[in-house]
Each structure stands twice: as structure tokens, then as C-alpha cells.
């Protein structure tokens, strides 16, 4: 008969294989297992992401003419751009939180805010959208497809808002947090922290860029 101590290393031997497996991030090109932080790519014409291992992404790094673009990992802070009340208000955004970024497949400039049914895309006023551009020289950089300028003026507990130009793929992660934790008609207390929590982990990543601006 076996001893206590020779059943309770058998039966911690049993539950260590019967616990559910932490999921593995896998590259969608090659199947090779990635990291948790890993590279992305994005099909511009599905506005769909991939992951992908370095040497995947290495691929279509530059390339034209591919279906699949690279999306870049830099983040900036553009801390001296900032959009008067009026402004904003001529971009008919229904709130304080937005991305723009050149889509090559639609030859102009998208404007989406995150919502809880997704990203929600705006009709924008290009007019403003152009005199807003020629103001402040970082927003000629943006990569068609890739890089968006992540802009948010929600003010709420002297948190610091701001411009930020980010991968489209954050731009996605904040439609993500807001999609799977909004509940009720403002969104409750756990999807604001998150979003607060989501622009301090971004503000971390970032180097400052100081552009000039015509107030």
C-alpha cells in the first residue's frame, strides 16, 4: 500500500498535467512559437494583423508591392502638438479620443475612434485635416498604413492627455481594451483605468519630439 506522502506526489504529478496550458503565441507565417512582445504585420486592404517571428517580418520590411507591410515598434511623443477646440470640433469626432493615419487602399487619410462595437470610422473634414498637417512638420513622417497619430484629449482626473505617433498597432490594442471591458453607457470605472493604464505603459515607450506649432 502506498505511503501518504508517495499519493500526494502522485496525485501533484496528475493535477500538473491536467491544469490548462498558458496559450502560445505562434508566428501566422512560419508557426514558429514568438514572445509575448512580438512583431506584427498588417494586410492595409482587410485593415487586419498578423503576428509574426523577426525573420517573418524582416520579409516585408520596405517591400512594395507586398499584400502583407511591416508595422514599425517606435513610439513618439509629440508633446508640442496640440488641436484647438476648434479644430476638433471642424474633424466631427463625436469624442476626445482618436487615430488618423494614411490608407493606401482608400487614397486618403482615415479618421477612426474606438468604440464598443470597434473602431468606428469618421468622415473627415480633409481641409482641416491639411492645415492641421502643414502645422506641425512630425505628421509628413506617417507611413501609409502603419504609423497613425494617436491623438487623446480626454480629460478626467489631471491625467495628461496628448499626441502620440504610434504602430497602427496600438492604435488597435486601445480599440481592443475598450471593446472587451466598456459596460453600461460611460464605459464604468474598470475600462477608464485601463485606458489610463494603456497611455502611461504608451507614454513609457516613448522619446520625446518637439515640433513647432502655430497657435
Known amino acids: 500500500m502506498s505511503s501518504p506522502d508517495r499519493r500526494d506526489a502522485g496525485l501533484e504529478v496528475l ?7 498558458a496559450p502560445v ?12 512582445e512580438h512583431e506584427h504585420l498588417i494586410d492595409p486592404a482587410e485593415r487586419r494583423l498578423a503576428c509574426a517571428c523577426g525573420p517573418c517580418a524582416v520579409l516585408f520590411s520596405g517591400q512594395a508591392g507586398t499584400r502583407l507591410k511591416r508595422v514599425p515598434r517606435e513610439v513618439r511623443a509629440l508633446d508640442d502638438l496640440s488641436l484647438s477646440d476648434a479644430q476638433w470640433e471642424a474633424l466631427r469626432l463625436p469624442i476626445d479620443l ?3 493615419y494614411e490608407s493606401t487602399p ?3 487619410v482615415v479618421a477612426c475612434y474606438p468604440s464598443p462595437a470597434g473602431a468606428t470610422e469618421s468622415l473627415l473634414e480633409l481641409d482641416t485635416w491639411s492645415e492641421i498637417r ?4 512630425a505628421l509628413l513622417q ?4 502603419v504609423q497613425a497619430l494617436l491623438v487623446n484629449r480626454v480629460r ?3 491625467g495628461r ?3 502620440f505617433l504610434v504602430p497602427i498597432d496600438q492604435c488597435f490594442r486601445l480599440v481592443g481594451i475598450i471593446r472587451m471591458h466598456w459596460k453600461g453607457f460611460t464605459g464604468g470605472p474598470e475600462v477608464w483605468d485601463r485606458i489610463d493604464r494603456f497611455f502611461t505603459d504608451l507614454r513609457s515607450r516613448t522619446r520625446p519630439d518637439r515640433v513647432s506649432v502655430d497657435a
Open 161 to 163: 492627455n496628448g499626441c
Open 98 to 100: 482618436a487615430f488618423f
Open 106 to 108: 482608400q487614397s486618403r
Open 156 to 158: 478626467r482626473g489631471g
Open 142 to 145: 506617417l507611413e501609409p498604413d
Open 25 to 36: 503565441e505562434r508566428c501566422d507565417l512560419c508557426a514558429r512559437e514568438i514572445g509575448v
Open 134 to 137: 502643414a502645422a506641425h512638420p
Open 15 to 21: 493535477r500538473r498535467f491536467t491544469r490548462p496550458r
